[in-house]
């Protein structure tokens, strides 16, 4: 019997050594405080702000979203590894997890990796449109490129299927397609997503990395290319129409010059025609930044970078000017702290956040016309 005992621990040991896995916790808090100007207030006709104010705000997520998750590995043999990734945001000011999201409302996903051949992943994971990050000097933070298309591009995507491929001469290629759930195969009003698709081209050398990116957002309701539309009875809410589901099409650059890195970047947002689309209401996008970091110090950087919006139908145009740098106090630890501004013309109403379409108080949008300006100062910690 102990003879037995000790050949199925033997066996067990040789399967363990054969089969060698890892489980990595992490996360990032981030908190700070924050000051902004054009902050709308009361109430008129049709739920329209009257009047602006000043608002100070303790916030979480202005430099980076608070989040924590579990990531693991398990090598299978002949090259071949299991893995998943566990991920889901929070509130550092408050604890408050993501709600209606979901605990892991950032990444769910199970997959295969394989050196040679690439990555596979199922589940749920940050939208392909997410690849912007890489190319915006500010990293997609609360005041940055995602706030001139009020967060089309830092989606999460369900019933999703990804693949990596290994990088090749410089290239690499990504791609996702998100299923809708639905009998209708882009949706039709039965579950709360729309298919979604893209694929993204990536070309990197020790000089510069360019990044070709296209992906859709299919209306969940109908599956078609445009968002929920305003009505006559209530034109104070614009909808999110091209905001919401649309093409786009975005070419970016990074260039490593030393200390000195150079991004810009051109998106086109397009959507199908729609009805019921009120003057104000844009069906089509040109989106495009520019902006340099210096890396002054291995602890400190300096960012400066300028953000464009302009929109079809009257919608007008918006600019963000913003200016920022961070400190690290540690590997794990940074200060940061950053100054921004939006500019509309006459009928744009674009805030500092990626806050919703619209001109009643509950979406922060200043005024038409108005202004916008904040600062930011926090700290952020990563384990």
Do not use: C
Request: net charge neutral; hydrophobic share 35%.
């Amino acid at each position: 019997m102990k003879k037995a005992l000790l050949a199925a621990a033997l066996m067990s040991a040789g399967v363990v050594a054969h089969a060698q896995s890892s489980v990595t916790l992490y996360g990032r808090l981030d908190a700070g405080l924050e000051y902004m100007t054009g902050v709308p207030q009361g109430v008129g006709a049709n739920g329209q702000a009257t009047g602006s104010t000043n608002r100070w705000r303790a916030e979480s997520g202005d430099w980076g979203t608070s989040l924590w998750g579990m990531k693991g590995v398990e090598d299978i043999g002949g090259g071949n590894k299991v893995l998943f990734q566990l991920e889901g945001s929070f509130n550092t000011m408050t604890g408050a997890g993501p709600g209606g999201g979901g605990l892991f409302n950032r990444w769910a996903t199970v997959g295969v990796a394989n050196d040679q051949y690439g990555t596979f992943t199922m589940g749920r994971m940050l939208y392909i449109s997410n690849g912007v990050w890489d190319f915006d000097p500010f990293g997609q933070s609360s005041w940055s490129s995602a706030s001139l298309v009020r967060g089309r591009n830092w989606p999460q995507s369900s019933n999703n299927f990804a693949y990596q491929s290994p990088k090749i001469a410089g290239f690499d290629f990504y791609g996702q397609y998100a299923l809708s759930n639905a009998t209708s195969w882009n949706g039709n009003g039965t579950t709360p997503q729309g298919r979604e698709a893209g694929a993204q081209v990536t070309y990197t050398t020790s000089l510069f990395q360019i990044r070709g990116l296209y992906d859709e957002i299919r209306n969940p309701a109908n599956g078609n290319l445009y968002g929920a539309s305003a009505s006559t009875v209530n034109p104070g809410n614009i909808g999110s129409g091209v905001f919401a589901a649309s093409r786009e099409y975005s070419a970016l650059v990074n260039v490593f010059l030393g200390q000195f890195k150079i991004q810009a970047a051109y998106q086109a947002i397009r959507s199908a025609s729609a009805t019921n689309v009120l003057p104000g209401q844009p069906t089509t996008l040109d989106h495009e930044w520019g902006g340099v970091t210096w890396q002054a110090t291995p602890a400190a950087a300096l960012i400066a970078a300028v953000y464009h919006v302009n929109g079809n139908n009257g919608a007008g145009n918006a600019t963000i000017y913003t200016i920022g740098g961070s400190y690290n106090l540690s590997k794990r630890t940074l200060l940061d702290i950053q100054v921004a501004t939006t500019q509309n013309s006459k009928t744009a109403n674009y805030g500092l956040n990626a806050n919703n379409a619209g001109t009643s108080t509950a979406t922060d949008n200043p005024l038409p016309g108005h202004s916008q300006t904040g600062v930011y100062a926090g700290i952020q910690h990563s384990f």
